[in-house]
């Protein structure tokens, strides 16, 4: 036996004086790897209607914006890897790993720094990250109560609003939780796009305002504005629901949103692990105005265009008995567009069906780490309307994820 | 000018002179606030973040916690990841670089005790478990002289014009913590080997220092609700043991305990896990009273 190694360890424990208990500790190279989790997520999903010719009347799709695809489909696996980087900065990494086509695509979610020593309450964030504005946007999808974003989130924000760029948070010294803040974006999320202002094309702020109403409540409010600038912010062309193609066409010019948000949950005693409801509803209102390129068929042509829309969703989670959820939710959008000096007709023309909907859903969750969904949708959220059906999985693999409120 | 002179002199001499310091401190559970009570008299100001009727694991880092921690001085929790769902990110979202790892203002009280349960492997599939061993570490009176040890040492660094004050708190506590124990093992003895079946694994601690022994938790893995099929199991397993009581948490729904009562013939008992869990667990010393009332009068 060969005692060399252990003489030479024994020297250097002394050395540096250690304890013998931290000695006798396993001697590894991954005990500061960072917090690695895992979310999956399926879906089985039963439409009436063909999703390709999903179209939001009175509004310019955003990617990946509609019901999804029918029948068995993956969600995005989500990959979080994230830890201190020292004494000053935090760090966070989120990848979605998709199915599309077929074929298996990485889209970077996020990936940012944060500071965690400034003084006086200030947080700043740097990276690509998911903007703070509003209730829902910061949340990632398996964190969601249902297993589709609101309409107001697919109209406005494209699922929700991701850029990067920077973002400084103050919280006020209060018992009141208060907290501004401000973000700066490149400009090339939607409902920006094109990197407008040499990469400054989109501007943020925010201010939330929260705090306990006896033990068994919890409320928070929120106020929030979007300054965004497009440049050739491209829709795909795509079937509308009468199987009619429609052209691809580009919106340029100023986005700017505004939105109310408010957040209630109650736990008898505060105590979530029995019963509990949560409620959310936010309001949204964008302006937009500028011009349209598109090709009918007939060569390039240019419009003008503004618009005006505003929509909410008023939605309740309701924990009627451990592990057991169901919910409901209603959307609504309305759009009162101008489009002019066009030869055709486009969907921001088709402002006159209000988009509504529908949602109840049941949720199971056999550990904080599993939940099994079943979610039926009445879309009437283009003419002709939907009966949608989704039954859905997630699952929570490593790394504890984070009780967000 | 007569007039401002003395505001002005009166104005620079409240601005030069500091502030009577009270340490803020933000307890992450009932039982270290009543610690921080106990050590820190008046030259502290706890806010207590959670009771004994909540479900540590299941608390949402919420407004009211994240304004708290942005103005503490001090956060003690309990740590080996029973706040795992919720306090790194109340710390991280709290912008105090106060709280942050490596400085003075934050305390776990599982790192002054030995843990219990430490696993060898970690695994999902065994339920919410801890890797650095069962967290309810204050079921245990005896863990309170180490925590309150590191935690005088701890407000003494912070505040060290009152290091003796929180010194002389300790002898104090520590005196008068020694004759309560010797007062509750006394009372204890008739418990010595009792039989016990608990809602969650949340009791090693208590069964280590009464001599306890846990023959059956309701709940099939850690975090996962009583089923009926594992109740049903349960029950068969029970059979021919003389269990001395079904004992739960302040925040723990009665019914499955009660269910096995009925037909074990044992009592469903609440036993407070922490101050303000039942009625009688006022404080820090009624709360062990009350642990130990709640175990006699169940036969």
């Known amino acids: ?405 | 000018m007569n007039t401002i002179k003395p505001l002005l002199v009166a104005a620079v001499v409240s601005f030069a002179l500091p502030a009577p310091a009270i340490l803020k401190v933000f307890a992450c559970e009932p039982e270290w606030g009543a610690l921080v009570r106990e050590l820190g008299g008046s030259k502290v100001e706890v806010y207590d973040a959670t009771t004994g009727l909540q479900d540590i694991h299941q608390i949402q880092a919420r407004p009211s916690l994240l304004a708290k921690a942005r103005s503490a001085d001090l956060m003690v929790c309990t740590g080996a990841e029973l706040e795992i769902g919720w306090l790194p990110l109340v710390r991280r979202q709290s912008a105090n670089p106060r709280l942050q790892p490596g400085q003075l203002g934050y305390l776990e009280a599982a790192s002054a005790v030995t843990m219990l349960e430490v696993p060898e492997s970690v695994d999902r599939a065994l339920g919410d478990i801890h890797p650095f061993g069962n967290p309810h570490v204050q079921t245990d009176p005896r863990n309170m002289i180490k925590v309150a040890a590191a935690l005088a040492r701890r407000l003494a660094q912070l505040d060290p014009t009152n290091a003796a004050g929180y010194q002389e708190a300790l002898a104090a506590f520590n005196s008068k913590w020694t004759q309560a124990l010797e007062r509750w093992q006394a009372k204890a003895a008739p418990l010595q080997g009792a039989k016990i079946v608990a809602h969650h694994k949340s009791w090693p601690y208590l069964a280590d220092w009464l001599g306890l022994e846990i023959v059956g938790l309701l709940e099939p893995k850690p975090g996962i609700p009583p089923s009926s099929t594992h109740l049903a199991g349960l029950l068969s397993d029970l059979q021919g043991q003389p269990v001395r009581a079904i004992i739960r948490s302040g925040y723990e729904d009665a019914r499955p305990s009660e269910w096995l009562a009925a037909r074990i013939h044992a009592p469903a008992v609440l036993v407070p896990q922490t101050v303000g869990a039942a009625p009688a667990a006022a404080d820090l010393f009624t709360l062990y009273d009350a642990m130990l009332d709640a175990l006699l009068g169940a036969k």
Not at chain 1, 129 to 153: M, Q, T
């Open chain 1, 1 to 405: 036996m060969d005692i060399r190694p252990h003489i030479a360890l024994a020297a250097g424990v002394a050395l540096i004086g250690f304890s013998p208990l931290a000695a006798a500790q396993t001697i590894s190279s991954n005990a500061l790897n960072p917090a690695i989790s895992l979310i999956l997520d399926g879906r089985f999903n039963s439409f009436e209607q063909d999703p390709a010719n999903y179209e939001l009347p009175g509004f310019q799709a955003g990617p990946e914006t509609g019901p999804g695809e029918q029948g068995f489909a993956l969600g995005e696996a989500e990959l979080n890897i994230s830890s201190n980087v020292d004494d000053m900065f935090y760090g966070n990494l989120v990848a979605a790993i998709a199915s599309e086509d077929g074929e298996g695509v990485i889209e970077l979610e996020e990936a940012w720094i944060q500071t965690l020593a400034l003084p006086a309450g200030f947080t700043l964030k740097a990276g690509k990250f998911f903007s703070r504005i509003g209730y829902l946007n910061e949340k990632h999808p398996h964190a969601h109560d249902f297993a589709d974003v609101p309409l107001i989130y697919r109209a406005f924000l494209a699922n929700n609003l991701k850029d990067s760029g920077v973002q400084l948070r103050w919280l006020a010294p209060t018992d009141l939780y208060l907290e501004f803040g401000v973000e700066l974006l490149s400009g090339e999320g939607f409902p920006a796009g094109g990197r407008a202002d040499k990469g400054q094309g989109m501007s943020t702020a925010f201010v939330k305002l929260g705090g306990d109403a006896g033990v068994s409540n919890t409320w928070q409010v929120g106020a929030s504005m979007v300054d965004a600038k497009a440049i050739g912010l491209t829709s795909e062309a795509y079937d509308d629901p009468a199987g009619t193609p429609q052209p691809e066409f580009a919106f340029s010019g100023d986005s700017d949103l505004v939105g109310l948000d408010v957040v209630w949950k109650w736990a008898p005693q505060g105590n979530y692990k029995q019963r509990n409801v949560v409620f959310v509803a936010e309001w949204m209102r964008r302006s937009e105005d500028g011009t349209i390129d598109t090709d009918f068929g007939g060569g390039p042509e240019t419009g003008a265009y503004s618009g005006d829309q505003s929509g909410w969703y008023a939605q309740a989670a309701w924990q009627f008995m451990p592990r057991w959820r169901v919910g409901l939710r209603l959307d609504a959008l309305a759009a009162d567009n101008t489009v002019s000096g066009l030869s055709g007709s486009l969907a921001l023309d088709r402002d006159t069906h209000d988009p509504q909907r529908t949602s109840l859903m049941v949720d199971f969750s056999n550990s904080e780490f599993s939940r099994l969904r079943l979610q039926f949708n009445a879309d009437d959220s283009y003419p002709g309307g939907d009966a949608q059906v989704m039954l859905q999985y997630i699952v929570s693999l490593g790394a504890h994820g984070a009780h967000q409120f």
